[in-house]
């Protein structure tokens, strides 16, 4: 048995396809590509499938994950050709590894996001001016009342006709992930200017101390 | 530009993929190499239709050919029509987003009564004309429709340009052939129709003059313009032969029925004088099991589902279920496909069956003996004993099922309080049986009593029949209510004036039109949908249409009297009904067609006896 872990792009009408749906979705391209998928044991079993960061809905993304496990050997190339046949339009499979790092390792990650609307730049810096960003998350445990402004790493910003495109970096995994549509909405209420959300894409994911996760 | 206007709002509404296509099986064509466009649209949301086989088939049959491309259509739920409405989003197609209004047909499916208003709708959406005469002589675009309900299309004979009766594989592409020379040697809407009506089929209301009888019956039905006479519906004979998809559209979401199908037979040997699709659907055909192997293995292999449905109306009457589940058997075990046979019947459901389906997932067992009592089996052919039904659930039982879900009309024809109070002694004596089960599994049976009422069908038995009204089907539910323990036996007693609705729709004739034009302009759509049906609605609209719902539902109609689809022809002949309403009445049985032909005419498509 062998892990892979696989890398893949979700853009475009994928964009639409929510987390859970993915997850089907996935099987059933990885039962189509007649790779040896191996599956669980016992009263109803099911394919070994695990996503380490789930990508919220409507949020593009050139570096999702999803680890395979499967019962013989296949070579990276033949995995990436098979799948690549098999899934639909806006799913790409780009790079299989073998899993270096833990789900638990993933701390955050990156985003390219552009919006239109008019003079947003200076809008922009005075949103991060702030001394704090209140904005309202949704747990189970209820609504909670965050502080955005530490959490946000704004690492370029950059107008373009009626655009901004901005790249950001914002905590993610399991010990705190912050929505990039959390910051827009916020943006949104205080530029009370209309401003559209063109993309929100998710570009890289990182370990602690800023390696990339692997 | 469309799509990227619907780009836009999708993050807006819930379930946003039931609304962007792109799915895995979608058919995308280049527009410019293509002829004819044909919308196939179902009233009813995304989830729904796209779990429905019919659909499934001819979207493939239709795409086969190069030059013609079937795309799909869904009704959106009410968040999505707001923000289509809000932004100008007309209805569009989800493979290549195009607005509806572009395409040269418009084809619905007529699965079910309550999805009228929402037809009407779903054209107002596409920004389409919704009355037929509206819509000028330009000769696209087309609305059409298939489908059971086209056994009595009458109510919609305003909005359709013409129906297609029967099995659309063969007939929907001689349709589409028709158009595409008349179209390009430059034809009129009403040329077109005129012409169609030529083909074995087709039905075009706008060619029929329906007069009517003082007392709002129909006096006569005339055919003009050298339409024929009577219309009959098309068959395909032979289903080993017939067009089959080795492929489906993939959703994403997950739909009510979310699994690959394949066909096992058409038609139905029973005769239960209350089913309509047992008798429209005739004559019984069945596919030969190495047809249906090959045919299930390669749907699974192609779409990656890992759930297979062997469908039809009753499953296990078969003659080859045994060697059909043998041959996909081995293959489900090894591929992790789950297989499952949601018709099957108590009498002929055999241990070795219990086991194989078993085999893969265990769930729970429904029957549906229909009537509490051998008497009211008896009248409406529900060819089941309480032995029989015994048998089957001590096989279950002692193979470990505990969930055991019991199907019952109330309102049928002869139906007394005694056959009432025995779907509650029925109930019991399984509740009994569970116990008396050696090697049951532990625990309590959950045995549960689910009753519709019935509905009088047309090209059934038991079209004559008036509808019992509701204040009686709520006395008989009382009583059934009062006479189950609930400590065993669940109950879900559900009554509305949506049965009434339906008896007035399936049976109905042309002046229906007005009242379904008047609910949908005053917001009725979705009405399957309980939350989106108000029975006021319906009920004002027959009165401003001056009708009387209980003249459609509970009059009880004279072997006389001609029936608003007395030039529609589908096949089983109106005596062999009438023979069988008096036998119902007479308490009298028929055989299974496989025991003994009861001579309902339909085998004269297939020229010779059906076995």
Same mark, same amino acid.
């Given at each position: ?25 996935? +099987? ?11 599956? *669980?044991?016992?009263? %109803?079993? %099911? ?23 499967? *019962? ?23 790079? +299989?590894? *073998? ?45 909670? *009342? ?16 009626? %655009? ?15 929505? +990039?549509?959390? +910051? ?31 | ?54 659909? !499934? ?90 489908? &059971? ?52 089929? =087709? ?17 006569? =039905? ?47 040997? $029973? ?15 069945? !596919? ?8 299930? !293995? ?43 046979? &949601?018709?099957?019947?108590?009498? @002929? ?92 599994? !532990? ?22 029949? &008036? ?39 399936? $049976? ?47 009059? =009880? ?16 002949? $109106? ?5 069988? @309403? ?20 339909? @085998? ?8």
């Amino acid at each position: 048995m062998t892990d892979h872990r696989i890398v893949f792009e979700k853009t475009g009408r994928a964009r639409f396809i929510s987390h859970l749906d993915l997850n089907r979705c996935m +099987v059933r391209a990885i039962r189509r590509s007649g790779l040896p998928a191996w599956y *669980t044991e016992g009263f %109803h079993p %099911h394919m070994y499938l695990m996503f380490p960061l789930a990508l919220s809905l409507g949020t593009e993304s050139l570096c999702e994950v999803m680890d395979i496990r499967l *019962t013989e050997e296949r070579s990276p190339s033949e995995i990436l050709s098979r799948l690549n046949a098999v899934l639909p339009e806006g799913l790409h499979a780009v790079e +299989v590894r *073998t899993p270096q790092d833990r789900t638990q390792d993933i701390e955050a990650a990156e985003y390219r996001v552009t919006l239109t609307g008019e003079a947003l730049l200076p809008l922009w810096e005075q949103f991060l001016a702030q001394p704090e960003i209140l904005a309202e998350k949704r747990t189970k445990k209820g609504v909670q *009342t965050i502080d955005l402004r530490p959490l946000i790493e704004a690492e370029e910003a950059q107008a373009e006709g009626d %655009h901004l495109i901005l790249a950001l970096r914002l905590p993610a995994g399991n010990a705190g992930n912050i929505n +990039v549509s959390m +910051v827009t909405d916020a943006f949104s209420e205080f530029a009370e200017t209309p401003i559209y959300v063109e993309k929100l894409l998710r570009t890289k994911i990182f370990c602690g101390n800023g390696r990339l996760f692997s | 530009m469309l799509k990227e206007k619907i780009g836009s709002v999708l993050l807006e509404v819930q379930r946003p993929s039931r609304y962007c296509g792109g799915e895995v099986g979608q058919v995308v064509k280049d527009k410019a190499k293509v002829d004819v466009r044909f919308a196939f649209c179902f009233p009813d949301i995304y989830d729904v239709g796209m779990s429905h086989l019919g659909m !499934k088939i001819l979207y493939a049959r239709i795409n086969e050919r190069e030059n013609y491309w079937c795309e799909r259509v869904f009704a959106p739920w009410t968040d999505m029509e707001a923000v289509m409405r809000r932004e100008g989003i007309p209805l569009y197609a989800l493979e290549s987003l195009d607005p509806v209004k572009e395409f040269d047909f418009i084809g619905f499916t007529l699965q079910y009564e309550m999805s009228y208003t929402t037809i009407l709708h779903m054209l107002s959406l596409a920004q389409v004309p919704v009355l037929q005469r509206e819509r000028g002589e330009a000769i696209a675009p087309l609305v059409v429709a298939g489908g &059971p309900c086209c056994c009595d299309p009458e109510p919609l004979a305003d909005f359709f340009d013409l129906f297609i009766l029967g099995e659309g594989e063969d007939v929907d592409l001689e349709l589409m052939d028709l158009y595409h020379t008349m179209r390009d040697a430059g034809a009129t809407r009403s040329a077109f129709l005129r012409k169609a009506a030529e083909i074995p089929g =087709i039905y075009v209301p706008s060619l029929y003059d329906v007069a009517y009888h003082a007392d709002g019956t129909v006096q006569s =039905i005339t055919p003009k313009d050298g339409a024929p006479a009577v219309i009959t519906k098309r068959v395909m004979p032979d289903l080993d032969k017939a067009y089959y998809p080795d492929h489906v559209v993939v959703p994403y979401l997950e739909i009510v029925h979310d699994r690959v199908s394949v066909e096992v037979l058409r038609g139905c040997i $029973r005769g239960c004088r209350f089913c309509q699709a047992g008798f429209i659907y005739r004559p019984f055909r069945e !596919k030969s099991p190495e047809v249906v192997c090959r045919q299930g !293995k390669a749907l699974c292999d192609n779409t990656g589902y890992d759930e297979l449905s062997l469908s039809s109306l009753s499953t296990s009457d078969h003659s080859g279920i045994e060697e059909i589940l043998d041959g996909l058997l081995a293959y489900s075990e090894q591929g992790h496909v789950h297989l499952s046979l &949601p018709s099957l019947r108590v009498d @002929n459901f055999s241990e070795s069956v219990l086991k194989k389906i078993s085999a893969v997932r265990k769930s729970g067992l429904t029957f549906a003996p229909e009537a509490g009592t051998q008497r009211l089996r008896d009248v409406i052919n529900k060819n089941v004993t309480e032995e029989e039904i015994m048998r089957t659930c001590s096989i279950a039982f002692a193979a470990g099922y505990t969930q055991v879900k019991l199907y019952f009309m109330l309102g049928l024809p002869t139906e007394t309080d005694e056959d009432v109070l025995g779907i509650a002694a029925l109930a019991q004596k399984v509740v009994d049986l569970f116990y008396a089960t050696p090697g049951r599994a !532990k625990g309590r049976p959950q045995v549960t009593i689910s009753t519709a009422t019935f509905v009088p069908k047309p090209f059934t038995p038991f079209a004559f029949e &008036p509808q019992v009204e509701k204040a009686e089907i709520l006395r008989r539910q009382q009583l059934l209510k009062k006479a189950v323990d609930p400590k065993y036996i669940k109950t879900s007693l559900h009554v509305s004036d949506v049965s009434l609705v339906e008896a007035v729709l399936a $049976r109905g004739d042309r002046r229906l039109g007005a009242v379904l034009y008047e609910v949908w302009k005053n917001g009725g759509w979705l009405e399957s949908w309980e939350e989106q049906f108000r029975a006021e609605r319906w009920y004002d609209a027959f009165a401003k249409a001056g009708l009387d719902p209980a003249f459609y539902a509970n009059r =009880i109609r004279p072997y006389e009297e001609t029936e608003p689809w007395a030039h529609l022809n589908y096949m089983v002949s $109106r005596s062999f009904l009438i023979r069988e @309403n008096r036998k119902a009445h007479a308490g009298e049985t028929t055989p299974s067609c496989r025991q003994q032909c009861a001579g309902c005419g339909a @085998n004269q498509c297939l020229g010779g006896s059906c076995f």
